[in-house]
Each structure stands twice: as structure tokens, then as C-alpha cells.
């Protein structure tokens, strides 16, 4: 016969009472101790430059597309591939919970001074979005906005020597990189439109 049953505890640890019935009657009450182990906060997966960022601060292991990156178990990474990115992490129980997929386009990137410094503003943005540039060369910079795929939404250029200059993205809530081309370099930020 079949001597093993399964039950659905839940999500809450506790104990629990099982008795057995049947039509000899009913076994005395046995209880259980039962321990749910919490799964981590699900880790956030941030931008800044060439490098990505992991909201865990342990227990993270890196993945491109699906495929797990041996050995990049920190709290950020630098890809060298463009593609879906995701990171998860796992807590001391052994639980473990994977990040949303986020898009990064690997390009060549020339490094920005500590004097050359670009700040989006407010972000989460619901209308109009500030870009705040100070201590490059040039006065215009051009301005691209790529949805979670990868695909170019809006493309314009700012004069850079105003700052703040002020760009209104007409898209849907989401999840998009900013990339701002000054100075033949590159800077990516995440932008969030509600």
C-alpha cells in the first residue's frame, strides 16, 4: 500500500497535528515541528557604466542568457557580450530567487573622468526627464533611450552646455538604458517611466 501522503504547509512555519483515521477508528495525534525557510529578497540587477550591479549583497551567481557565468559570484559584473543578464542569490537555508532579466549592450567604452559627471533626474520619471552634464569638451551630446529588447525608442540631441536640458519621452511605463553619446564616450543609465 501507499504510506506516504503530502500536504501543503504553507508559507508560515508552525506545527502541525496529523492523525490517522480509519475504520479500526483513530491514532493518537503525533505533532510536527514544521520550518518554512524564506527565499531571499529577490535581487535587483542596476547599471553604472560598463558594469552591472547586483542588489544582493552575498550569495549572488551570474547568468548571460540563461547560462550560468562560472565563477562570477559578486556583487557586480562586467560584461564583455551583450545579451540578457540575470542574477541570482541564494541565503543560508539554501533558497534562492533569480532577478528580472536585464538587457545590457556591450559596447566599447571610453572611460568618464571623476570631473566628467552625467546625472538623470527624477528617476522614476513620469513626464519630462532631466540630464544634468558637467566637465566635458563638447556642447551637444545625443541622447538614446532603448527598451528592455534592446531596441531603439528616441534618439535626440541636447545642448550639453545647458544644464539641466530636459527631454520627454512619449513611452509607455517601463524599464528602459539611457545612453548618452558626449566626448567620444558612452554612459549608460537606467531610466524608470511610470
Known sequence: GNDSIYVNVGTVSGSMSVIANNACGSSSATNYLIVVNQPPT??????DMDTL???????NQWYLDGNILAGETGTNYEPTLTGWYTVSTTNGSGCTTTSSPYYFLYTEIQI???SEIAEIYPNPASSNV???????KSTQARIEIYDILGKLMMSQVIDAGKSPAMITPSLASGIYNLRIFIDDK???????LE
Do not use: E
Open 42 to 47: 529577490t535581487p535587483v540587477i542596476t547599471q
Open 53 to 59: 550591479f547586483s542588489s544582493a549583497a552575498s550569495g
Open 112 to 114: 568618464v573622468t571623476k
Open 130 to 136: 532631466y540630464i544634468s552634464l558637467s566637465g566635458f
Open 186 to 192: 558612452v554612459i549608460d543609465k537606467q531610466l524608470i
